[in-house]
């Protein structure tokens, strides 16, 4: 049985990925106004709406969903046939030289993934830096740079290598002598740490209703392990990832503030340079990548 793959996939990956018909635009060279009818050609030969569209938003509808998701998996794979054939008859190595965010996430979950790619792949040497240098200088000092946030460098390609929940939390101690925030305007008369991200969003779980909080902190630190631990010991209300605080609310050291309002999440993307010949060692660590962190959210799951 052939089976027609119909054209403009590719498009419609990157299209969902970037959350944005402009920025796919810039990262496949192309005008927004081509990306627009790619897309809706393939649409109208599979007979199905994929995405729903309005001036500010872009989402999947459920065939969409269903069809980004199979199609991400078979571009995956054909990746990884791609990369076996190639490492079959080469080995890889050299060096890759990463910069990426610190904290407990470069130390407990990235650091841990590239040890173990390098002893899959022996002849691979990995420099890694925590530093802050930002995404605009890895066109001449980093093969391959992990950021957490919003990015707006369109010379770069990114693939989101994962996500994660925000929690605000607070010691107990911190409200022996004042009452807990009822919604989030009641911030401002409380005391925020805070590192790199200025302005917390949130949105109500039943109204939808969004309020962005401009963070004044008492404490600015970009360093994860300074902010949880001021936090632990009541110096003030903090924003911070599932992982670096789901034990301490399980355990009764963090308290959760504001259940009815969610706080904006935080991808994690994986960013490269748009104009360099992207070496095999350093294609094969962008899949590793990928599929490490897609393993890790099916288990904990």
Known sequence: MNTHFPEGIREFLTVVEAQSFSKAAEQLNLSRARISQIISRLEKEMGVQLLYRSTRSLSLSPAGETFY???RQGVNQLEHAVLSAQNAHSSIGGQIRINSVGGMFGEKILAPMLIQFMHENPKIEIELSFSS?????IESQYDLVVRMGALINSNLIGRKLTQYTNHLVASPTYFKTRPEPKSPKDLLEHGLINGSVKRWLFTHATSKEKYDLPVQGKLKCSNGHVVKQATLEGAGISRQPAYYVKEDIESGH????????????SDVTLLYPRSRN???RV??????LIEGFKMSASKNS
């Open 133 to 137: 240098t930002r995404e605009d200088l």
């Open 69 to 71: 998701q199979l199609s």
């Open 278 to 280: 992207i070496s095999l």
């Open 283 to 288: 294609k094969a660590l962008v899949h590793y």
């Open 254 to 265: 963090l308290i959760e503030l504001l259940p009815d309002w969610h706080i904006a999440h």
